[in-house]
């Protein structure tokens, strides 16, 4: 069985956020990046600020702050607690209404031939199975599930997709085009009605290696 991280990311949202203020200058003087992570591709515009690291991408918008993660590396949490806690502490009266942490996998068995017994044995529900039609070649299944896991709301979604053309570097024994299923966690707070929203959120932060590790376990249950 292969299995493999595709991506990751935080996610903050908020009902506005004052771009004006994440400008290069700022971040850099509290301390949020570092100044060589402030010396690529930066993208300041009304809208939208967007700095892409080494490690990872930051995005803001007027209703969000999102880092993305395209691998797996040791300093993940401290980065997610430098540059989203960072913002967070520093601006601490933004109306905060909900974080996430998203961690996305990819999967398939060794064989190629095996996908669709494999898909079906794992995901095909009762119901479905009598669906006229669920028993062709073709047919396809997923799952979804939601419990309270770590403080937050946790959400699986688990879909039938294809390899895209870079699929390589995610897996050498995987080719464009081929079958997989995608794993998508979901760490979901809503933050609106709590005493702190701020503090809550640099709370839900510091969850996100605690998310990785369970999230790598239960992949590895699923995708057996």
Same mark, same amino acid.
């Given at each position: 069985?292969?299995?493999?991280m595709?991506n990751s990311?935080?996610v903050?949202? +908020?009902?506005d &956020?004052n771009?004006?203020i994440?400008?290069?200058?700022? $971040?850099?003087?509290?301390k949020? &990046?570092?100044p060589?992570?402030l010396? !690529?591709?930066?993208v /300041?515009?009304?809208?939208?600020?967007q700095?892409?690291?080494?490690n &990872?991408?930051?995005?803001?918008?007027l209703?969000?702050?999102?880092?993305s993660?395209p691998?797996?590396? !040791?300093?993940?949490?401290?980065d997610?607690?430098r540059?989203?806690?960072?913002?967070v502490?520093?601006?601490?009266?933004?109306?905060y209404? +909900?974080i !996430?942490?998203n961690f996305h996998?990819?999967?398939?068995?060794?064989?190629?031939?095996?996908?669709?017994s494999w898909?079906?044995?794992? &995901?095909?529900?009762p119901?479905a199975?009598e669906?006229?039609?669920s028993?062709?070649?073709n047919?396809?299944?997923?799952?979804?599930?939601?419990?309270?896991?770590?403080?937050?709301?946790?959400k699986?979604?688990?879909?039938p997709?294809n390899?895209?053309?870079?699929?390589?570097?995610?897996?050498?024994?995987?080719h464009p085009g081929?079958?997989?299923i995608?794993?998508?966690?979901?760490?979901?707070?809503?933050v609106?009605?709590?005493?702190a929203?701020a503090?809550? /959120?640099?709370?839900? $932060? +510091?969850k996100?290696?605690?998310?990785l +590790?369970?999230?790598?376990?239960?992949?590895?249950?699923i995708?057996?």
């Amino acid at each position: 069985m292969n299995r493999v991280m595709e991506n990751s990311s935080v996610v903050i949202i +908020a009902k506005d &956020f004052n771009l004006s203020i994440l400008k290069p200058l700022w $971040l850099m003087n509290n301390k949020i &990046f570092r100044p060589e992570e402030l010396e !690529g591709d930066i993208v /300041v515009t009304p809208p939208a600020v967007q700095i892409q690291s080494v490690n &990872f991408q930051f995005v803001a918008l007027l209703d969000r702050l999102q880092v993305s993660i395209p691998r797996v590396y !040791g300093n993940g949490q401290s980065d997610i607690n430098r540059v989203c806690g960072g913002i967070v502490k520093a601006l601490p009266h933004t109306p905060y209404t +909900a974080i !996430g942490l998203n961690f996305h996998y990819l999967g398939a068995p060794q064989s190629r031939e095996e996908f669709a017994s494999w898909e079906k044995e794992l &995901f095909a529900s009762p119901w479905a199975r009598e669906i006229e039609g669920s028993q062709a070649e073709n047919a396809r299944f997923g799952s979804y599930l939601s419990f309270d896991a770590i403080g937050t709301r946790l959400k699986i979604d688990i879909k039938p997709t294809n390899a895209g053309g870079s699929i390589g570097g995610l897996c050498s024994s995987w080719h464009p085009g081929q079958e997989l299923i995608r794993v998508h966690f979901n760490y979901h707070t809503d933050v609106t009605n709590t005493d702190a929203p701020a503090e809550t /959120v640099v709370n839900r $932060l +510091a969850k996100w290696e605690e998310a990785l +590790a369970m999230s790598t376990g239960l992949v590895e249950n699923i995708c057996k």
